[in-house]
């Protein structure tokens, strides 16, 4: 799994509310990744990160943000949640053998009521 | 947006058969990916492509890199009940990869 770790596996939150998911990394990669998934559908990609602080908007980076301050954690906020971002977020991370999303974590469900 | 079109949206069947499925995409992209994802986890990298008409396996798994770079196959020999889960195909092209909506694959022992 190359020791990535998302937190928390569970939330649930109210519509209007501030949420940061996070994703750690152990392995020093320096390319990570946060994807959605929808039932019935493949990741779309949020934002990415291709180093401390160098981070890019994905296909669907509208009322999400990113940050990155250490090469390990890469956290993403919701600024409002809303009912449209209930989901399941994965973080992935940029395996350099094989130059592509190579390792997922296990997931972040999140249910905004 | 790049789009794919993953096709079957589900398959069913016996343990033993053999299994194909497709990509296709509209664009052309660098590099195709497959991964298998079962319930509640995430997806596990199978195979990675590189080159236009690359044929490469992993174990009983067999992918192809399209010679217009706009189409991928993966396909699965004698199926057994823990293939089961959702694979999906993905494209990649200026860094970043466009996924595929995923094929069910069940298997009835």
């Known amino acids: 799994d190359a020791g990535i770790t998302q937190s928390p596996r569970h939330k649930v939150t109210e519509t209007g509310t501030p949420v940061t998911l996070r994703c750690h990394q152990t392995e020093n990669h320096r390319y990570m990744y946060w994807y959605r998934q929808d039932p019935g559908h493949g990741l779309r990609l949020i934002h990415y990160s291709y180093g401390v602080k160098d981070t890019d908007k994905g296909e669907v980076s509208d009322g999400y943000s990113v940050s990155r301050s250490k090469t390990e954690d890469f956290l993403l906020t919701l600024e409002s949640a809303t009912s449209s971002q209930t989901s399941v977020y994965f973080c992935?991370?940029?395996?350099?053998?094989?130059?592509?999303?190579?390792?997922f974590g296990q997931g972040t469900r999140l249910t905004v009521v | 947006g790049q789009q794919l079109n993953q096709s079957p949206q589900s398959m069913f069947i016996q343990e033993g058969e053999d299994v194909s499925m497709n990509c296709t995409s509209s664009s052309i992209f660098n590099t195709w990916l497959w991964y298998k994802q079962d319930p509640g986890e995430g997806p596990v990298l199978l195979i990675a492509?590189?080159?236009?008409?690359e044929l490469t396996s992993n174990g009983r798994l067999t992918a192809q890199f399209g010679i217009t770079r706009k189409d991928s196959f993966l396909n699965i020999s004698a199926s057994i009940p823990s293939d089961v889960g959702i694979y999906f195909c993905a494209g990649q092209g200026a860094g970043k990869s466009t996924f595929g909506d995923g094929t069910t694959l069940t298997v009835k022992p």
């Open positions: 992935a991370i940029r395996d350099d053998r094989v130059n592509t999303e190579a390792f």
């Open positions: 492509l590189y080159k236009a008409g």
